[in-house]
């Protein structure tokens, strides 16, 4: 099994920035691939950004693309977030998933989440 623990939301304004963590711990050896995802308020779950395995692809959905940046440290077992430009949008929950499966990543492992609010 792993265990997930993100960090580092919180409130900040427009135009500012935010660096989430998220903490990997139990079975880390067999962790694959790592995305961010986040749900608004009355919203589905939608996804953020993908690191593969080897760090070598990162993958972005087009509406965080050129601000936001994944980056992962597997000797930390920590997975990251640096969240540039905030809009108000951006607001929501954000979640770190983990896969132990690949190449075709299986998200079975989730953070219990961290509260992303961005005021106008």
């Known amino acids: 099994q792993v265990q997930l623990a993100e960090s580092g939301g919180g409130l900040v304004q427009a135009g500012g920035s935010l660096r989430l963590s998220c903490v990997a711990s139990?079975?880390?050896?067999?962790?694959?691939?790592l995305s961010w995802f986040r749900q608004a308020s009355g919203k589905e779950r939608e996804f953020v950004a993908f690191?593969?395995?080897?760090?070598?692809?990162?993958y972005y959905a087009a509406s965080v693309k050129g601000r936001f940046t994944i980056s992962r440290d597997d000797a930390r077992n920590t997975v990251y977030l640096q969240m540039n430009s905030l809009k108000p949008e951006d607001s929501a929950v954000y979640y770190c998933?983990?896969?132990?499966?690949?190449?075709?990543?299986?998200?079975?492992?989730w953070g219990q989440g961290t509260q992303v609010t961005v005021s106008s």
């Open positions: 139990g079975r880390t050896a067999t962790i694959y691939h």
């Open positions: 998933a983990a896969s132990d499966q690949r190449p075709t990543a299986r998200w079975d492992y």
């Open positions: 690191i593969s395995w080897s760090g070598g692809s990162a």
